[in-house]
Structures are given as C-alpha cells and as structure tokens.
C-alpha cells in the first residue's frame, strides 16, 4: 500500500508558521509607532519648556512671584494687559532730552539732523 501525503498536517504547519509571522510583524510596527510617540513626547516637552522659559524672561518680576490669586483678582484678559509701577527712585529727577547735565554741554538730538546729501 502506498504511503499517502499528510497535507493538512504540512497547511497547519504553514498555518501557525504564518501566524508566527505576522506577530512578530505587528510587534516591529508597534515598537516603532512607540519609539515615534517618544520622540514626538521630547519635541513637545522641549517646545513647552523653551516657551515657559521664554514668558518667563519676558514677564515682569513681580507679576512672576505674584500669589495666583491676587493675580485673578486683577481681572486681565492678557498678560500684556499688566502694566505693573515699580516703586520710583528716589533720586529722581528730570532731564531734558536736548541738555546733557553730565557733560555741561548743549547736545542736539540725533534724530533731528537732516540726513547728509548723497555724493554721486
């Protein structure tokens, strides 16, 4: 009697080879959508921290160590709506924009000359 071909024990071979495949394809994709999701999570983290840092600089000191509530109490619709009035100097005196009182001369101002003609 000849021997026949087991052929479904060779296709459920194939079958859990394939399967095999395929998970481990869906794992590479998955690790790599992660590892994109990580870099997307630095660029982000970098850009908050680099526009944190900038309002930071830009804001006035006393508004910066202001109590959260005395900044609500204020009713501001825009930071750049805080006009803040430090204290004066009290050294404070007026200058004339026209006089130097340091130097003891009379010195123009420099937007008043008349830009010099153009020599061909």
Known sequence: M?????LSLRQAQRKVTDQEEKVRLAQVKAEA???QMDEFEKRAKH??????KRIRA???NHLLQMKIS??????LKYFTDYKWKGPEPS???ARNNSVSTDRGRCRTRQCS???RPIVQ
């Open 33 to 35: 959508a992660l590892e």
């Open 47 to 52: 850009q908050v921290g680099t526009q944190t």
């Open 91 to 93: 050294d404070s005196r």
């Open 113 to 115: 000359q008349l830009p």
């Open 58 to 60: 830009q804001s006035d």
């Open 70 to 75: 005395d900044f609500l109490n204020l009713k």
């Open 2 to 6: 000849p021997r026949s071909r087991n």
